[in-house]
């Protein structure tokens, strides 16, 4: 089985791209990446990218996995998985929401997008609903101020969303 590296893998907000693979498999997948990159200094991030990209996220045992194959601490896997938002240790439902509360997006409204949205959808910040289609995060800036206020919908941007667009938006994710 090859690994290919040399392709992105899916997006945060989208579904595993490993299809009806077995959970040995999966981490197989796993193994051969790490095996790709473990001599290439600073690669634990690009080796978790993938690794999500391939489980569709990071539970502690893919964590301890990496972790093992490239005799560094857990702590060390952890850390760098818990710091980055682009990483989960949930699964993430179909459709990722990220609401921006950057300054601009702050200032023009977007506590009441989270709230609004996380009254729609029923859900809590960092929650995804029991349908797995949407997960409800916020991030700290989209580099789209002059959009504000701005959400993700996995990859695309929203822009100048108001609480009364947001079954709009929902609606597109049908």
Request: charged share 20%; proline share 6%.
């Amino acid at each position: 089985m090859q690994v290919q590296v040399s392709s992105p893998p899916p997006s945060p907000g989208t579904a595993c791209a490993c299809g009806e693979a077995t959970e040995a498999e999966k981490l197989a997948r796993i193994t051969e990446v790490v095996e790709a990159f473990r001599d290439k200094p600073g690669s634990l991030i690009q080796i978790l990218h993938l690794a999500q990209g391939i489980y569709g996220y990071l539970p502690i045992h893919v964590q301890r996995l990496v972790a093992e194959k490239l005799d560094v601490p857990v702590s060390e896997v952890w850390g760098v998985t818990t710091f980055y938002s682009f990483f989960s240790t949930k699964p993430r439902g179909e459709y990722s929401i990220r609401v921006c509360l950057g300054t601009a997006c702050y200032v023009r409204g977007g506590v009441e997008i989270v709230k609004r949205l996380s009254q729609t959808l029923g859900v809590g910040v960092g929650e995804t609903t029991p349908d797995g289609k949407f997960t409800l995060e916020v991030m700290r800036c989209i580099g789209a101020c002059g959009l504000a206020p701005a959400l993700l919908v996995n990859d695309k941007v929203v822009r100048q969303v108001n609480p009364d667009k947001l079954n709009r938006v929902l609606a597109l994710c049908e």
